[in-house]
């Protein structure tokens, strides 16, 4: 989920920097110490924005630079356990499909698809399961649920656990295909009890 965070920071600015106006100056030392960067109790930092200065500059001796405390904006993704997202598949591999949950990407493990067995297809370079023959591919659009996650220093080094094996969950075809399907039988328990009651009279 995307969240508007407000955070707190102290921040050297450099003393090549004293000439410029301030407010730039800490705007883009903040983005280039936390935008892309990923913290545990925060998440993802996407954009550091509207930086307010709270304090006078400090300075150290022995240090020619002046250090502020610094209030600032941050527009943050955290992905948690049991969020659901609507994902796109970004890449097929023998044991499963990486989709993208948000800016990130989760491992969907075949054994995660469906209660349905899937085998990685060589030929076709897709997914593929052997009772239903359903195909998961690149590209294809898809409903997945977060089963675990363990977020580190960089987004390569950070891992997403994805599911869609619970009822509701799945690739969007597959979805509406069983609303038709829950729709006709719906539609077949009507018409039986209209022709029970017409038989009954």
Do not use: C
């Amino acid at each position: 989920m995307y969240y508007l965070k407000t955070i707190e920071d102290k921040i050297r600015v450099p003393p090549n920097l004293f000439g410029s106006d301030i407010e730039d100056a800490v705007l883009n030392i903040l983005r280039e110490k936390f935008e892309r960067r990923i913290f545990k109790d925060i998440g993802l930092i996407l954009i550091v924005d509207n930086p307010k200065i709270v304090s006078e500059g400090i300075v150290i001796p022995g240090d020619s630079g002046a250090y502020y405390k610094v209030n600032f904006d941050a527009t943050t993704f955290m992905p948690y356990v049991n969020e659901v997202y609507e994902a796109d598949i970004k890449e097929i591999v023998e044991f499963g499909a990486f989709a993208s949950v948000g800016p990130l990407q989760g491992l969907l493990h075949v054994s995660q698809i469906s209660r349905d067995k899937f085998f990685y297809d060589k030929k076709g370079k897709h997914l593929i399961s052997r009772e239903e023959k359903k195909t998961l591919k690149k590209g294809d659009k898809v409903l997945v649920k977060v089963s675990t996650v363990s977020l580190k220093g960089t987004t390569a080094e950070t891992k997403i656990g994805l599911t869609m094996r619970p009822d509701g969950l799945g690739k969007t075809e597959w979805l509406e295909e069983k609303e038709k399907r829950a729709k006709k039988l719906a539609e077949k328990a009507v018409e039986k009890k209209t022709e029970k009651k017409e038989d009954k009279k």
